[in-house]
């Protein structure tokens, strides 16, 4: 435990911190807000701190951040791992050319993107860094894109898991780190 911090785990501090919004964003659904936790100094330091040592034990080379949440943790990971990050954009975000994969949620339909052009990742092993692990429809359609631009995801880091919808059986069995939920 990191002697200046009060919580010894991430998912201590998720327990502690997390706001649960029941009916939102639609009824029936319990939301779990991680804003406080992201605003909380020390809850954000074991959370990177935890995040980065799955993204390690995986071998990444380069960290995927899932828009928007995803860019967040993601880029804090990249920077403390000295690696890079790929942005993994919401359909209409970036400028083409662009690769596009369409997915379903548990609300709707989308579709994510990442360049056509500028960033090499052949041969790149990628860490898919995510808030929440639902049905697993954003982080398939990650992987889809990277594996169509010539990168592997070795492992997948998300900070809570929705269990009951069983996006985890979506994943095909690769490297999972999950801190609460």
């Known amino acids: 435990m990191d002697p200046t911090s009060s919580y010894s785990s991430a998912a201590e501090a998720l327990e ?13 659904v319990l939301f779990e807000d991680l804003t406080p936790v992201l605003a909380d100094a020390e809850a954000l330091a074991v959370v990177i701190r935890e995040l980065s040592a799955a993204a390690r034990d995986f071998g990444a080379d380069m960290i ?15 920077y403390d791992l000295g690696i890079g990050i790929l942005a993994v954009r919401k359909k209409g975000k970036l400028p083409p ?16 993107e990442i360049p056509a052009e500028g960033i090499d990742l052949r041969g790149k092993r990628v ?5 929440v692990l639902a ?3 954003t982080l398939v359609a990650a992987t889809n ?7 592997s995801v070795v ?11 069983g996006g985890r059986e979506r994943l095909g069995g690769a490297p999972l780190a999950v801190l609460g939920g």
Not at 16 to 24: G, K, N, Q
């Open 145 to 151: 894109l990277i594996e169509r631009a010539g990168g």
């Open 16 to 28: 502690a911190l997390t706001r649960r919004v029941a009916d939102f964003p639609e009824e029936g």
């Open 127 to 131: 860490v898919l860094i995510d808030d």
């Open 64 to 78: 995927g951040g899932l828009d928007a949440r995803g860019f967040l943790i993601g880029s804090a990971v990249a």
């Open 155 to 165: 492992g997948y880091a998300v900070v809570l898991e929705v269990k009951a919808l």
């Open 135 to 137: 049905t697993g429809g």
């Open 97 to 112: 050319p662009v690769l596009s994969e369409e997915y379903s949620t548990e609300y709707s339909e989308a579709a994510l």
